[in-house]
């Protein structure tokens, strides 16, 4: 048996209001496509675009020579590309073996056993409200402060195969997420699976 080729990450991006998801996606995968973020769809139906003629030009990347594939190959190794996730009804967590535990809004220190925390607010993500160990303060979790290790969303727009860190979107690809989605601005995070 071969085994399959080693995922190597993504980078997503979703608006900072993790309740946040745009109007029609449809029309915010158009908009990016007309800047030449988005590329053609992968397949009839899917969810799944190939990155546009701008991407590079978009996104930076850390390095001298960056090694970005981005079309499928005879060999089916990883490749490049968009895909969306979502809107769903309520926010999803997301999460990867490269998480950090995340800090407490105000007292700033690390909130420990985090994997619980978010297994108990997936049952109640809009009203659940976990409570800082150090201080006391309470907060929805979908909030917490992941530095760019996690997030929650019910819109996320996945690069996939990009390692952590590798790639930063670059200041106007924020700002036309933020004008497309009515000036509510977007951040981004990396998954290592």
Request: net charge negative; with cysteine; glycine share 8%.
């Amino acid at each position: 048996m071969i085994p399959s080729p080693l995922h190597t990450g993504r980078l997503v991006l979703t608006p900072e209001d993790p309740y946040l998801a745009p109007e029609d996606p449809g029309d915010l995968i158009q908009q990016l496509r007309e800047i030449g973020f988005a590329g053609e769809r992968l397949g009839q139906g899917s969810t799944s675009y190939m990155v546009g003629d701008q991407f590079m030009k978009l996104v930076t990347f850390m390095g001298c020579s960056p090694a970005i594939q981005s079309a499928p190959s005879d060999s089916d190794e990883p490749f490049c590309h968009l895909v969306q996730s979502g809107p769903h009804p309520l926010p999803i967590f997301l999460s990867g073996r490269n998480t950090t535990a995340p800090r407490c809004e105000a007292c700033r220190k690390r909130v420990p056993q985090w994997q619980g925390i978010m297994g108990d607010w997936a049952q109640d993500p809009a009203d659940f409200a976990a409570t800082c160990p150090h201080c006391g303060h309470a907060q929805n979790p979908a909030n917490y402060d992941w530095r760019q290790s996690a997030g929650c969303g019910r819109y996320m727009l996945c690069v996939e195969n990009i390692f952590p860190q590798e790639a930063v979107p670059s200041t106007r690809l924020l700002n036309e997420l933020q004008w497309i989605t009515g000036n509510r601005p977007w951040h981004y995070f990396y998954i290592q699976e």
